[in-house]
């Protein structure tokens, strides 16, 4: 079965998606990455969707759904890389992904996975404060 | 084949040379058009007609035997709304044919009153079919013109500007409506990711005024570059403004907003982790006194 690999970079785990999502695909996804935060401990998951060019609400409440997930589990997420039609399909969907930290590049993304990871306290008053 | 259509073959060139002579006594725009263009516009026409009234109907011009007529119209008044004519006097070329039209059937038909009449009045109502065909392909013309000029304004008004390396500004002149919003919205995330910034500064200084459509559509633009991974602050709100934004019961309360651009260009490089130094820094005192004289 197909499956989205889910890499590990230190206390980070990096994934990409690189094919067109569709719900089975998104399940798993989900299934996955929670599972993996939860075996390798992570603090962090950087999601790369700049090769993702078509979403539906599905996909996008998966995204949401992930990185709330994960902060429960204890993990930063960071969306990286939205392509320009993809941002306006979701904003037009309603879907505006509140608390789901976003960054322009899969570097810029690190940099701020490492800026959430280093400073705890603040961001636990973030998630309060999305919450 | 009508009487009517019958004079329209016989004295074709009679009535265009009236035709003519009326048009050039009336005042007509010698500025815009020449004699021999006139000439022969009037020719051509007139010589459609005569061909198309032998076939086609004389109470209706919307059939295909008129196909040449329309065409040959549309064209005239087409390009006249693009020389700068009026409507009337696009209407008045076709209407100054009636004049020649009838004097000619009362003069062949001077022994048949009753056929005069009949035919007099197909001959009005058909030239007036045609002056309305042109009025509106004349308004069609210049309708076409308004919209390419409203493409034109839509691309010129909403250019996305590079200030520092990952700080771009996006100064709104006009209205914000939702056509509008799809294209400023189109070019801001495309030069987002293009430049590969962080912060865009939205200038609405030159927006007049910011209903909760208006603010709809910048929350919108907002959100979509928040989810690219860029942050949004917005500028030039003006006292008035913010008043209305209060009352409307808008909630800003998760955009930075400054009062001047160039707040929002202080901010956006702090964020971006530069700062603006004098020149003089040497004298670090001195500086604060040149602030103080400023």
């Known amino acids: 079965m197909e ?40 603090r962090g998951v950087l999601i790369d969707i700049s090769s993702l060019e078509i979403v539906d609400s599905f996909i996008g409440r998966m995204l949401a759904n992930i990185a709330a997930m994960s902060r429960i589990l204890d993990a930063h997420t960071v969306l990286v890389g939205m392509q320009p039609a993809v941002a306006i399909t979701l904003v037009e969907l309603g879907m505006s992904l509140p608390g789901v930290r976003t960054a322009l590049n899969v570097e810029s993304g690190m940099e701020l996975l490492h800026a959430l990871s280093e400073s705890p306290e603040e961001t636990e008053a973030d998630g309060a404060a999305e919450n | 084949m009508s009487k009517l259509a019958e004079i329209f073959q016989k004295h074709q060139d009679d009535i265009v040379a009236d035709w003519s002579k009326g048009m050039s006594s009336a005042n007509r725009r010698k500025d ?67 004049q020649p039209v009838n004097s000619r059937l009362r003069k062949e038909m001077a022994k048949d009153p009753e056929g005069l009449i009949d035919e007099t ?22 309708e076409q013109l308004i919209a390419r000029q409203q493409e034109d304004m839509l691309e010129l008004s909403t250019p996305v500007v590079k200030l520092w390396d990952g700080i771009l500004a996006l100064p709104v002149i006009g209205t914000l409506d939702s056509a509008r919003t799809q294209v400023v919205m189109e070019s801001l995330l495309k030069t987002i990711v293009e430049t590969n910034s962080k912060i865009a500064i939205i200038d609405i200084t030159g927006v007049p005024t910011v209903d909760t459509l208006v603010a709809q559509h910048l929350l919108k633009t907002i959100t979509a570059a928040r989810l690219m991974g860029a942050e949004c602050i917005i500028s030039g709100i003006r006292p008035q403004i913010a008043q209305t934004i209060v009352h409307l019961g808008i909630n800003l309360n998760d955009i930075i907003t400054k009062s001047k651009m160039a707040d929002a260009f202080a901010l956006a490089l702090q964020r971006t982790g530069k700062i603006v130094v004098s020149m003089n820094k040497a004298a670090a005192p001195k500086k604060t006194e040149h602030g103080k004289d400023n």
Do not use: C
């Open chain 1, 3 to 42: 499956r989205i690999p889910i890499l590990r970079m230190g206390s980070f785990l990096l994934v990409t998606i690189q094919v067109d999502m569709h719900d089975q695909l998104a399940m798993t996804l989900q299934d996955d990455l929670t599972s993996a935060i939860a075996k390798f401990e992570a």
């Open chain 2, 32 to 98: 815009l058009i020449s004699d021999a263009d006139l000439k022969a516009q009037s020719t051509e026409l007139f010589a459609a007609i005569a061909k198309a009234s032998k076939t086609g109907s004389l109470s209706d011009i919307e059939g295909s035997d008129w196909r040449e007529v329309r065409e040959i119209l549309s064209s005239i008044s087409a390009s006249r709304a693009k020389q700068g004519f009026t409507p009337t006097e696009t209407a008045s070329f076709v209407l100054s044919l009636k």
């Open chain 2, 121 to 142: 009045t197909t001959a009005n109502g058909l030239i007036d079919k045609m002056a309305l065909h042109t009025s509106e392909a004349f308004l069609t013309t210049r």
